[in-house]
């Protein structure tokens, strides 16, 4: 399958990383980061993925600053993130919303969703 969409996960957790990477990399094109300072310097080498994979909950920038920085970017701002977080508290949601997040996913999480739900990301004019 030629020209596979690219998908940046940014995930603290080794094992999560890995899983991630598994379930998508027969599909995708997929990039692993271990955190937002790691996805943005990526990003700054110029490249564009399809989708972002994003934790919230990290290290030196967590999720929220990292869509902060993406957001305020010219080039980035209008990649779709899919956030996949354990935090499930509506101020986080309603956060990640405001800085224009469509799909939020709560850990732990079903891999059939997470593939549907990529999958309208990357075609929203395809219903899923």
């Not at 997929?30 to 990526?42: A, P």
């Not at 600053?65 to 957001?71: R, S």
């Not at 970017?73 to 509506?90: A, M, Q, R, W």
Request: hydrophobic share 40%; with cysteine; net charge neutral.
């Amino acid at each position: 399958m030629e020209n596979k969409k690219s998908i940046l996960i940014i995930e603290d957790h080794d094992s999560i990383r890995l899983l991630l990477s598994n379930l998508l990399n027969k599909k995708y094109q997929v990039t692993t980061r271990k955190d937002g300072i790691e996805g943005l310097v990526w990003l700054g080498n110029g490249n564009i993925p399809d989708l972002i994979l994003l934790d919230l909950m990290m290290p030196r920038l967590n999720g929220i600053e990292f869509l902060i920085n993406l957001k305020c970017s010219g080039f980035y701002k209008n990649i779709p993130v899919l956030v996949l977080s354990g935090d499930e508290s509506s101020e986080i949601i309603q956060k990640c919303k405001d800085l224009g997040i469509i799909e939020y996913i709560v850990k732990p999480f079903n891999p059939i969703k997470l593939h549907e739900k990529i999958a309208r990301l990357l075609n929203p004019q395809v219903e899923a």
